[in-house]
């Protein structure tokens, strides 16, 4: 059974920093491109961050610069290291995990983890 378990979130002032972790079990990290979203009360889910199987990074204009998006495949794990957070920052960040096996795609969530930028 495939799980990703998000931690790293919480409370903190504009212009601090957080690193979220994501945790990966059941699976094999290496083959799946991985990704952190958010959502804020109110917004749709938005893409804040990937990294493929590959290494290939991208990331939404909005964090730029101010985060940044690694795995460690050996720990099964992928972090998102947030610097000058900002109270737009504010939401929900998931975890999610993707793997396209013979044209069928394997996507997988976590449950979350709740930052929130705040003085």
């Known amino acids: 059974q495939v799980q990703l378990v998000e931690s790293g979130g919480g409370l903190v002032q504009p212009g601090g920093s957080l690193r979220l972790s994501c945790a990966a079990s059941?699976?094999?990290?290496?083959?799946?491109?991985m990704g952190w979203y958010r959502q804020a009360p109110g917004k749709q889910r938005e893409l804040v961050a990937t990294?493929?199987?590959?290494?290939?990074?991208n990331y939404a204009d909005s964090v730029k610069g101010r985060f940044t998006i690694s795995r460690d495949n050996a720990k099964n794990t992928v972090y998102l290291q947030m610097n000058s957070l900002k109270p737009e920052d504010t939401a929900v960040y998931y975890c999610?995990?993707?793997?396209?096996?013979?044209?069928?795609?394997?996507?997988?969530w976590g449950q979350g983890t709740q930052v929130t930028v705040s003085s």
């Open positions: 999610n995990a993707q793997h396209l096996l013979l044209s069928k795609k394997y996507e997988y």
């Open positions: 059941g699976m094999i990290l290496n083959i799946y491109d």
């Open positions: 990294v493929t199987s590959e290494g290939s990074i």
